[in-house]
C-alpha cells in the first residue's frame, strides 16, 4: 500500500515537568527488570516507534523495520499543527502526537512495552530536545538525526546511562568506508601533509545541514595532514546542479548521497579521489534496523557501554 506523504517542518520541544515522578518510578522499573527479547529468525520481538514517520526516511524504517519483523507501535511524534494527524506506513495508521503530549504518552507506551526502543528520524532542531526527553523517561532510542549539539546530545546520554545507537551515517557500507579512513588516519598520521583538499556532497533539497558524513571524513584527512576548514564544504541542493554537475539520475533527485574528496598534492602532480554515491533511503533504512537489533541485545545483555555508533554495529559481525 502507498504511503501518503505528511511534510514535517522543524520544531522545537519545550520538556515538560508533570508526570515527573511517575516517569523517574517507570524509569527504575525499566532499570531493575529487562524484558526478554526474542531474537527469531521469523519473528524479531522487538517493539519500536520511529519519529518523523511522516518524513520519507521514517518511511523507509518503517518499511524495512516491518519486513523484518519489527513491531512497529502506532504511535509517532511531530509538530504541533501535526497532532491528531494520521499517517499510513506499510499498511499501518500511524498517529502523530504533539509536543504538548509527548512526555505523557512515550510514558505509557514505555510502561505497556518495557523493551521498547524509540527510532529518531526528525529534524536537526529537534535532536537534542527529542534526546532529553528519552533520557528523562529512560527510552533506549537509535539517533539517525544529523545536526543539533551533538556534544550536549552525547552528555545527556552519558549523564542518564540510556542505552543508545547515536550515528550520523546508518549506511552499513559507507560506515566501513569510515571506519577505514580512521584506521588510515591513526596508523598513518601526516601522510598527506601539504595536499590540498576539495569536497563536494550533494543530498536531496530537504536536506538543511551539511553532511555529517563528509565531516567525519575530512576529519580524517585532517589527521592525515590536510589543512581544510569545514566551511569550505561544497554543499548542492539545486536540482539543476546537482543533475547536470553532479550526475545524479533525476529520479534520486528526492532522495541521495553524493560525496567526493579531491587530493591535491602541492606540485599538483599527485592526485587521488574518493567517492561515495547513494540513490535512494534503503541502505540507511537497512543498517538502522540492524542498530536496532544490535541495541536490543546490548540491554539485553546488560551491557556496560551505554552509548555505541554504527562501528560498533559492524564489529559486532551479526547483521542481516
Not at 519519529?51 to 509538530?79: E, R, Y
Not at 526502543?117 to 529537534?126: E, G, H, L, R, S
Not at 599527485?270 to 547513494?278: A, G, K, L, R, Y
Request: aromatic share 6%; charged share 20%.
Amino acid at each position: 500500500m502507498a504511503a501518503s506523504c505528511v511534510s514535517i517542518k522543524p520544531w522545537t520541544f519545550t520538556l515538560s515537568h508533570h508526570r515527573s515522578q511517575r516517569t523517574s518510578t517507570l524509569t527504575r522499573r525499566r532499570r531493575s527488570s529487562m524484558a526478554v527479547v526474542s531474537m527469531s529468525s521469523k519473528n524479531i520481538d522487538i517493539p519500536i516507534m520511529v519519529n518523523g514517520c511522516g518524513g520519507k526516511m521514517g518511511k523507509a524504517v518503517i518499511k524495512a523495520a516491518d519486513s523484518a519483523g519489527l513491531q512497529i507501535l502506532p504511535v509517532s511524534f511531530g509538530a504541533q499543527a501535526e497532532s491528531g494527524q494520521i499517517v499510513q506506513v506499510c499498511g499501518k495508521d500511524i498517529k502523530i502526537h504533539g509536543p504538548s503530549e509527548r512526555e505523557g504518552v512515550l510514558a505509557s507506551i514505555f510502561d505497556e512495552h518495557s523493551n521498547l526502543i524509540v527510532v529518531d528520524y526528525t529534524v536537526p532542531a529537534a535532536v537534542n530536545d527529542n534526546a532529553d526527553l528519552y533520557c528523562k523517561v529512560g527510552v533506549p532510542f537509535v539517533m539517525g538525526t544529523t545536526g543539533g549539539d551533538r556534544d550536549r546530545l552525547y552528555k545527556t546520554v552519558e549523564d542518564t546511562k540510556v542505552y543508545a545507537v547515536i550515528s550520523p551515517q546508518m549506511g552499513k557500507q559507507v560506515v566501513a568506508f569510515l571506519a577505514a579512513m580512521e584506521i588510515m588516519a591513526e596508523q598513518f598520521p601526516g601522510a598527506f601533509s601539504g595536499y590540498s583538499l576539495q569536497v563536494s556532497e550533494s543530498h536531496q533539497a530537504g536536506k538543511l545541514d551539511t553532511s555529517g558524513t563528509a565531516k567525519a571524513v575530512i576529519s580524517c584527512f585532517q589527521k592525515l595532514g590536510v589543512s581544510f576548514d569545514m566551511d569550505k564544504i561544497q554543499m548542492i541542493r539545486d536540482p539543476k546542479q546537482q543533475i547536470e554537475m553532479v550526475g545524479v539520475p533525476e529520479e534520486h533527485l528526492s532522495g541521495h548521497a553524493f560525496h567526493m574528496y579531491h587530493l591535491t598534492s602541492p606540485d599538483q602532480t599527485v592526485s587521488f579521489e574518493f567517492q561515495h554515491n547513494v540513490c535512494g533511503r534503503s541502505i540507511y533504512a537497512e543498517g538502522t534496523v540492524d542498530a536496532i537489533i544490535f541495541l536490543a541485545k546490548k540491554i539485553q545483555s546488560r551491557a556496560d557501554k551505554r552509548i555505541y555508533n554504527m562501528i560498533d554495529v559492524l564489529r559486532e559481525g551479526n547483521m542481516r
